[in-house]
């Protein structure tokens, strides 16, 4: 069974520009995770789509990111405008759900914002 | 102060040794613990996941969850080269919808 994955692996865009990450969960996975690692902190919630409605996004920074779940399957995380301070690694990690809710995590995405 | 306090290391043992990592947790609130093991330029592999107090063993790890003290153990016996990567904490709780809060991580370095 195919694990979580997650593009690109790596993306470098100047200040201002917009990026997309995707996020491809486990099959049959309804819980989707975003989370940050930015440089020197602990991984960070962002916000959790149950199918494809957004469960909690208390996590999310600002107004410039927008994440989405179309049709309950792969998510989206798009930043516009990119800003320096949001270089970090993005991960996404899907579960099953119930009553143990075991995250599986992809490889996250590296972005660099110059 | 943050939710979860974790040392960042690095840890150094000995191939052999016995690797002894622990988080202090301050919400009381958190239900489910979790030890997540991260290589370099890869994401989070899940290695445990307990919700009581007590010790839950799988080969050579052992998490080992104290609620009345808020800290939370893991232990690898026999450590190998290959146990070589940063170690993550993670706590969860269903009233706040199960998002993980994770400590910062500790370096661990298994030398041959």
């Known amino acids: 069974e195919a694990g979580v994955t997650q593009f690109p692996s790596h993306s470098v865009i100047e200040k201002g520009q917009t990026v997309t990450l995707r996020c491809d969960p486990i099959s049959g996975h309804d819980n989707l995770y975003w989370y940050r690692r930015v440089m020197g902190k602990e991984i960070k919630f962002l916000l959790h789509?149950?199918?494809?409605?957004?469960?909690?996004e208390s996590g999310m920074p600002n107004n410039r990111f927008l994440a989405e779940r179309t049709g309950g399957t792969y998510s989206t995380l798009k930043v516009q405008p990119a800003e320096l301070e949001d270089s970090g690694v993005y991960f996404c990690?899907?579960?099953?759900?119930?009553?143990?809710?075991?995250?599986?995590f992809g490889p996250g995405t590296r972005l660099t914002v110059l | 102060q943050k939710e979860v306090e974790q040392d960042p290391g690095p840890l150094s043992v000995p191939e052999g040794a016995i690797v002894s990592l622990n988080c202090t947790y301050s919400?009381?609130?958190?239900?489910?613990f979790m030890w997540y093991r991260q290589y370099s330029r890869k994401g989070p592999e899940l290695l445990m996941y307990t919700y009581s107090s007590g010790n839950k063993e799988d080969g050579r790890f052992t998490a080992q969850v104290d609620k009345s003290s808020k800290y939370i153990s893991l232990f690898i016996r026999d450590s190998q080269p290959s146990d070589s990567a940063t170690y993550l904490c993670a706590t969860q709780s269903k009233a706040a919808g199960n998002k993980l809060t994770f400590g910062g991580g500790t370096r661990v370095l298994v030398k041959p």
């Open positions: 789509f149950v199918k494809e409605s957004k469960q909690d």
């Open positions: 990690a899907s579960s099953l759900g119930g009553v143990r809710n075991e995250q599986f």
């Open positions: 919400n009381s609130a958190f239900q489910y």
